[in-house]
Structures are given as structure tokens and as C-alpha cells.
């Protein structure tokens, strides 16, 4: 069984800064990409970031410049480093991996409980 385990969320005024932790245990073969999306009340869930293996990392527009990703490889581990924090900002944060648990077998999205980032004016 696959798990994403997430924390860092919170409370923060507008200006300021958040790290959001990932971590996946279980049968993990590999995991390519891993990343974050957020859902804002009355919002679609939206990309915020997302890393592959290689450490290559993809951001929305609106994230670049305040938001940076980053995965360590060897704990399955990825880190949402949130600055300038705006109240835009808030919204439920979801991880996200796709994940090989063996080799020769595809990959399979899974997702994480989500965790409260909001960003007071």
C-alpha cells in the first residue's frame, strides 16, 4: 500500500513564507513526476509544481519566482518552499506522485490527504 503523508500548512499573513513536506512510503519502484496542486473554494484543482526524477522542475505560471520544488530521492520525499505569500494563495494543497512499484509495471497516480495553506490579508 501506497501512502503520500503531507505536512506544513498553516496559517500566515500575506508576505510570508511556507514549506510544505511530502513523503511516500510503501512499494515504491520509482516515482516520475512527484509535485503539488492546490483547490481553492469554488476553484478546479490546479498545477502548482511538480519535479521529476532528474530534479527538473515544472511550475505554473503564477508560481514562478515564489514557489520552488524540490524532491529528495532517497526518503521519496518533495518540499514546496511557498514565499511571498499572497492571500490568492489559499487554497487545500495536494500532493501528488506517480508511482512504479515495480519494474516493468506503469506507473499509478496517487495523491495525498491534502493540507490547509491560508494566507491572511
Known amino acids: 500500500q501506497v501512502q503520500l503523508v503531507e505536512s506544513g500548512g498553516g496559517l500566515v499573513q500575506a508576505g510570508g513564507s511556507l514549506r510544505l513536506s511530502c513523503a511516500a512510503s510503501?512499494?515504491?519502484?520509482?516515482?516520475?513526476?512527484m509535485g503539488w496542486y492546490r483547490q481553492a473554494p469554488g476553484k478546479q484543482r490546479e498545477l502548482v509544481a511538480d519535479?521529476?526524477?532528474?530534479?527538473?522542475?515544472n511550475y505554473a505560471d503564477s508560481m514562478k519566482g515564489r514557489f520552488t520544488i524540490s524532491r529528495d530521492n532517497a526518503k521519496n520525499t518533495v518540499y514546496l518552499q511557498m514565499n511571498s505569500l499572497k492571500p490568492e494563495d489559499t487554497a487545500v494543497y495536494y500532493c501528488?506522485?506517480?508511482?512504479?512499484?515495480?519494474?516493468?509495471?506503469?506507473?499509478?497516480?496517487?495523491w495525498g490527504q491534502g493540507t490547509q495553506v491560508t494566507v491572511s490579508s
Open positions: 501528488y506522485a506517480n508511482i512504479r512499484q515495480r519494474i516493468g509495471v506503469p506507473g499509478k497516480d496517487y
Open positions: 510503501g512499494r515504491i519502484f520509482s516515482i516520475n513526476p
Open positions: 519535479i521529476n526524477s532528474g530534479g527538473s522542475p
